[in-house]
Structure formats: C-alpha cells, structure tokens
C-alpha cells in the first residue's frame, strides 16, 4: 500500500509514496513508523547480545561484523528489550540490494541480527536505532526480513525503515508483526555509503488489534477533514487506511492506473500523532491542491481503518463522505469544523470570522501599478519585514501562520494576469515564504492562489491570478515555519507585484511570460515570438 506524509503541498496525492532510503524526498520518508519503545505493555530489562566488545566498536575493527551467514543472533524475550550492538565500519557491502529501500546505489557496509521472536502466534516487534549507542550523526536504514531466508534478494518497502522523522531525526525505527518462534532479520546500515555503531533495540509483544469506533470524512471550501475516535490497550496506534467507495459500491482507482488492487488503499497519518493513547482522538486534515483531488475521486463512502505500530489493523468502518461550506454562516461542529484555518470558528454552531481579519485587513498596505502599455506589463516591487506571532490570514496551501504581510492591489480593467512572487531581491535565496491571493479580504473562500515553493530547491514563491477581473485583491506574504521550532524574529521579503498583459493570436509576444502571456498558447521560444492561432 502507498504510505502518504501530509505534512507538505498534497498535490499528486497518490504519487507522493513513501521512498524509503531517499534522503532527497523532501517530504521526509519513513516506511515504519515513529518508535517509543516506553509505549509497548512493558519495558522489562535489556537482555543484552553484544556483536562487538566497546574496545573493537572503538577502534572501527572490521573482522566481527555479522553477516547473513554468520548473524548476531538474538533470542527475544516477551515485553523485555533486547540490545544488540554493532559497528558496521569495514564491513561487507551489499548483504542485501535493499532496493526495497529505494536506494539503489546504496553501497554502505551492512550487519545482520536474527532475531528469534517469542511467544507463539502473532507477536508484534518493535526496533529502534534511535539510541544512546548509535553514532549521533549516523544516517541509519533498517530493513526488517521475516519470511525467514537471509538472502541477496531484496524485499519490498514494507520491510524497509529509513528515518524516523527526517530531516529531524534520521534515524531507524518502526515495527512488524511476525510469527513466534520464528527467526526474523534486521540488516543495518548507513543511507549512501556511510558507516558506524548501530544499536538496536528490539521489544516484542501480544499485540491487541486497536478499535475504531467512530470515523467522519467532511470536503469543505478549503479543506478536507476527517475525526476518528477508538481505542488500543497496547497504546501504539500509528496511522490511518483509506478505500474510498464509489455509489456503485466498487473501489475507484485512486491512482488512476487501470487496476483496482491493493495500491489503490492509502496509508494515511494523522494529523497529530495518538501514538501513546489507549483512548484516541484523532483528526486528518488536507487543504491546497489535496482538497480537489480528493473532490474528484468522487466517493460516496470511505472505509477506513486504523493500525498500529506493528502492522496490526482493527476491524474496517465504512462512513460516507459528507460535505458543507467553509464560508462565514455556514453549519460547524466538531466533526464538521470552519475550513479548519484559523480565520473563523465554530460559534455555536455557526462559523464566524475572528475578530483578527479584520484589524489584519484594515492594515493592509496599497500597492500601486499604473496600467501597463499594451502588451506589455508592469510591476512594483516592496520589502518589509513578516512578523512572529500568530496570525490569523494566511493562504490555505500552508496554515501554521505567523503574523503575515498583508497588501492590496488594483486590477485595472483590460485583459491582465496578476503575478506576485517573493524570488527577488530583498528575500533571501534560502528564505521559505508562502504567498496566497483572493479577491475579498476577509472571506478564505475567494482564495484564488496560493503557493509555498516555487519548485524543488527554490522555497521563495509565485502567485497567478490568470485573467484577473477589474477589481481589488489582497495579497499576503507569510514565512513557512515548523511549528515544533517557532522563529524569534520576522522573515525579511522582497515582494514584486506584476500587471501581465494576455495577448491574442499574431501578438507579438514575450518568450519570457513576463511582460505577456498568449491566451492562444506558449510564446515561442524559437523563431518569430508571435503568439500562435487559436486551436481549431
């Protein structure tokens, strides 16, 4: 199944899988999930296996490292973790192709564990490399075997465990459900070429499958959300499942690859994590591209399940898909909540706007442009500064907003294109901004752009209103920031506005799109830059 990370733009839904072993992945992959070996029933003592005495880990000895002809066994113990240390420096490269990790060049030295799982029957492992043994800086990846042949084969990503939370922690962690008395494999080594101790911490446990009891799916305006509440005495809820259901009661091909399978069931994370909880709420929320997508695949019902960190799912729970307006005056609750933004709440019963917007919107600073010539275009550029408390505008695409920069601008009449972007000077190349535009200030439904990065490597950003009516917008500069790390100061910006002219068939034309933009097609790059004619 296609693991999904919702933590940036959810445009490509289906396509954004989770890769794990691909540092690149700007999203932050994770095939397993966030381990908290403090979750599990217990946490006995540590039985102890060390692959290598401290002296040998030390000095970066090369002759002990196991490998899947000679593992470092381990024989687990029910609710107890069991420790064993390795150093993977000089070891063999290539035991396994780990191509199940997406890294296809991966040429770091590996170690091999066989752990022998307690118990009988289904026993869930957790492991960690999240440990006070593990080098600090040491990028690691994990992949977990348990069809019980050690072999040059590679496995699928379901068995691969890359970081925990990149860029964060990069560690290893997660879990599988395994069969008691069987042997599984856990090979250890760094992402690319690297190298260094690894301690690994394995706990196993009955695990009880959790219970969903109740489950909602709303598609607003802006947003799409979901609330789900259950329980799990073994506390160690990880994620969602989703099939969405069509009125013919078949599963839609979310994927849009000709099959209906198994591909076609998403893994979905929660918003905020339960991880820990016996008794959980949790909440799913998508805003930006997300909430069209989602719109299209054009489900009467969704069935959902919930699973914990061992692969274990409860029991499915078909709900339908219910849907209702994000505007001011519209129904809320709590399962139906006000766009979920922090531009209106849910005031008994009824979504109203803070009283933020509007002092927000009452300082908005004019931008002036005088109409462009004919063709041709114009813009205005300004700088300031964003602030650092919480605000309350903000575009839909990103909504941990701080205090945003809030401008106007008026769209003359004429045939225009309205263009703001932030990759100018007076904003930092490596600055992160999002910038969002509507036409009535203080209504998040008349959002009509909205954009974090410009693309990959470039996290300034470009806003396009395509043939803007005659009229006045606001446009607001916010700073993207984690928000588990608030920044301490304001973000400096440069902001230039532009006044595009939209030009017809036998125009001459801006190869560029600056100054102009065919409404018949692309500009020529080559050639007469004359706008093509119209399509037949």
Same mark, same amino acid.
């Given at each position: 199944?296609?693991?999904? &990370?919702?933590?940036?733009?959810?445009?490509?839904?289906?396509?954004?899988? #989770?890769?794990?072993?691909?540092?690149?992945?700007?999203?932050?992959?994770?095939?397993?999930?966030?381990?908290?070996?403090?979750? !599990?029933?217990t946490?006995?003592?540590?039985?102890?296996?060390?692959?290598?005495?401290?002296?040998?880990?030390?000095?970066?000895? !090369?002759?002990?490292?196991?490998t899947?002809?000679?593992?470092?066994?381990?024989?687990?113990?029910?609710?107890?973790?069991?420790?064993?240390?390795?150093?993977?420096?000089?070891?063999?490269?290539?035991?396994?192709?780990? /191509?199940?990790?997406?890294?296809?060049?991966?040429?770091?030295?590996?170690?091999?564990?066989?752990?022998?799982?307690?118990? *009988?029957?289904?026993?869930?492992?957790?492991?960690?490399?999240?440990?006070?043994?593990?080098d600090?800086?040491?990028?690691?990846?994990?992949?977990?075997?348990t069809?019980?042949?050690?072999?040059d084969?590679?496995?699928d990503? !379901?068995?691969? &465990?890359?970081?925990? %939370?990149?860029?964060?922690?990069?560690?290893?962690?997660?879990?599988?459900?395994?069969?008691?008395?069987?042997?599984?494999?856990?090979?250890?080594?760094?992402?690319?070429?690297?190298?260094?101790?690894?301690?690994?911490?394995?706990?196993? &446990?009955?695990?009880?499958?959790?219970?969903l009891?109740?489950? /909602?799916?709303?598609?607003?305006?802006?947003?799409?959300?979901?609330?789900?509440?259950? #329980?799990?005495?073994?506390?160690?809820?990880?994620?969602?499942?989703?099939?969405?259901?069509?009125?013919?009661?078949?599963?839609?091909?979310?994927?849009?690859?000709?099959?209906?399978?198994?591909?076609?069931?998403? %893994?979905?994370d929660? #918003?905020?994590?339960?991880?820990?909880?016996?008794s959980?709420?949790?909440?799913?929320? &998508?805003?930006?591209?997300?909430?069209?997508?989602?719109?299209?695949?054009?489900?009467? /019902?969704?069935?959902?399940?919930?699973? %914990?960190?061992?692969?274990v799912?409860?029991?499915?729970?078909t709900?339908?898909?219910?849907s209702?307006?994000?505007?001011a005056?519209?129904?809320?609750?709590?399962?139906? $909540?006000?766009?979920?933004?922090?531009?209106?709440?849910?005031?008994?019963?009824?979504?109203?706007?803070?009283?933020?917007?509007?002092?927000?919107?009452?300082?908005?600073?004019?931008?002036?442009?005088?109409?462009?010539?004919?063709?041709?275009?114009?813009?205005?550029?300004?700088?300031?500064? *964003?602030?650092?408390?919480?605000?309350?505008?903000?575009? #839909?695409?990103?909504l941990?907003?701080?205090?945003?920069?809030?401008?106007?601008?008026?769209?003359?009449a004429?045939?225009?294109?309205?263009?703001?972007? *932030?990759?100018?000077?007076?904003?930092?190349?490596?600055?992160?901004?999002v910038?969002?535009?509507?036409?009535?200030?203080? %209504?998040?439904?008349?959002?009509?752009?909205?954009?974090?990065?410009?693309?990959?490597?470039?996290?300034?950003?470009?806003?396009?209103?395509?043939?803007?009516?005659?009229?006045?917008?606001?446009?607001?500069?916010?700073?993207?920031?984690? $928000?588990?790390?608030?920044?301490?100061a304001?973000? $400096?910006?440069?902001?230039?506005v532009?006044?595009?002219?939209?030009?017809?068939?036998?125009?001459?034309?801006? $190869?560029?799109?600056?100054?102009?933009?065919?409404?018949?097609?692309?500009?020529?790059a080559?050639? *007469?830059?004359?706008?093509?004619?119209?399509?037949?």
């Amino acid at each position: 199944m296609n693991r999904i &990370f919702l933590i940036t733009s959810f445009a490509g839904l289906v396509l954004a899988l #989770t890769a794990c072993g691909d540092d690149n992945n700007n999203g932050g992959t994770d095939a397993g999930m966030t381990v908290d070996l403090g979750t !599990s029933p217990t946490d006995g003592g540590a039985g102890v296996d060390m692959a290598r005495t401290d002296a040998a880990r030390d000095s970066g000895g !090369s002759t002990s490292i196991p490998t899947c002809a000679a593992p470092s066994m381990v024989t687990g113990v029910l609710d107890t973790t069991s420790t064993v240390m390795v150093n993977t420096t000089g070891g063999p490269e290539g035991v396994l192709a780990l /191509t199940g990790c997406g890294a296809t060049e991966q040429t770091a030295p590996q170690a091999v564990v066989a752990y022998v799982v307690p118990g *009988t029957g289904d026993v869930a492992v957790q492991f960690t490399t999240d440990t006070a043994g593990s080098d600090a800086t040491l990028d690691t990846v994990v992949e977990v075997i348990t069809d019980g042949a050690c072999t040059d084969e590679p496995v699928d990503d !379901s068995g691969c &465990f890359d970081d925990i %939370d990149y860029p964060d922690n990069t560690k290893s962690g997660g879990g599988v459900t395994a069969t008691g008395g069987s042997t599984i494999y856990f090979v250890l080594t760094g992402y690319g070429d690297t190298a260094g101790a690894i301690q690994l911490d394995i706990n196993a &446990f009955i695990a009880a499958p959790p219970v969903l009891s109740t489950a /909602t799916f709303n598609i607003g305006d802006v947003r799409v959300y979901g609330r789900f509440t259950g #329980t799990d005495a073994n506390g160690d809820v990880d994620h969602l499942t989703a099939r969405f259901i069509g009125s013919d009661s078949m599963t839609i091909d979310v994927n849009d690859d000709g099959m209906v399978d198994a591909s076609d069931t998403l %893994d979905l994370d929660f #918003t905020d994590s339960v991880a820990g909880m016996e008794s959980f709420v949790g909440e799913l929320s &998508f805003h930006g591209a997300a909430v069209t997508q989602i719109r299209e695949f054009n489900a009467a /019902t969704v069935e959902f399940t919930v699973v %914990d960190s061992a692969g274990v799912p409860s029991p499915a729970l078909t709900v339908p898909v219910t849907s209702n307006s994000d505007a001011a005056g519209a129904t809320c609750s709590a399962e139906q $909540p006000c766009g979920d933004v922090a531009e209106l709440t849910c005031t008994a019963g009824t979504c109203t706007v803070v009283a933020g917007v509007a002092t927000e919107c009452a300082a908005a600073t004019p931008i002036v442009i005088a109409a462009p010539a004919e063709g041709s275009g114009a813009s205005t550029t300004v700088t300031g500064t *964003t602030g650092t408390g919480a605000g309350a505008l903000g575009g #839909t695409c990103y909504l941990d907003h701080l205090t945003a920069a809030i401008y106007t601008v008026t769209v003359p009449a004429g045939a225009y294109d309205l263009v703001a972007r *932030t990759d100018v000077t007076g904003t930092d190349a490596a600055a992160d901004t999002v910038l969002s535009i509507r036409s009535t200030c203080a %209504d998040l439904t008349t959002q009509l752009a909205c954009n974090d990065d410009i693309g990959s490597g470039e996290n300034r950003s470009l806003a396009t209103v395509e043939a803007a009516a005659a009229g006045t917008y606001t446009v607001i500069v916010d700073q993207f920031v984690n $928000p588990a790390m608030p920044p301490t100061a304001g973000l $400096p910006y440069g902001l230039t506005v532009s006044l595009r002219s939209v030009i017809g068939a036998g125009a001459t034309c801006d $190869p560029a799109g600056v100054l102009n933009r065919c409404s018949t097609g692309p500009c020529p790059a080559t050639g *007469t830059a004359v706008c093509p004619a119209a399509a037949p």
